[in-house]
């Protein structure tokens, strides 16, 4: 049985975040714990600059939702981080894509500090509050696995042939 090209396309692209939410989840010791890299936002990030007329805004939002519910945490919080992350990279994706790939790390970076800054918002709002520079790092982590995450997430665009 043979899919269409749109439907093989979306399965494509939530596998990706599906794959990258079980990464999210995947238990690690504690020491490691804030080196784990923000696997979601770089998938994110990458459908948006590859096919922003694909994955945008809705995307997420819906992705950051489900984050919510995996992580147990105040349900919006992470759907709004990855919304604005979403918008952002959705409208600068023709000046980020002409960038080679270690620059589009330090995008993904800047990026992704955006998304920590309105969690770390959040929290302050209903009195939580962010200990140590552990909270920081999967940003950077992420950024030096960018140029990685970039060409595994292009080979399985071209083999799924994603448009």
Known sequence: MTLNPVTRSYLVVASTF???MILAQVPVPNWAEGFRPDWVGLVLIYWCLATPNRVGIGTGWLVGMIQDVLYGSLLGQHALALTVIAYLAARLHLRIRVYPPWQQGLVALVLLSIGQLIVVWVRAIIGQSITGWAF????????????WVF??????????QVK
Do not use: E, K, Q
């Open 18 to 20: 599906v794959v990258a």
């Open 136 to 147: 920081w790092t999967p940003g950077l982590v992420s950024l030096f696995i960018w140029p």
């Open 151 to 160: 060409v595994i997430l292009r080979d399985i665009r071209r083999r799924g």
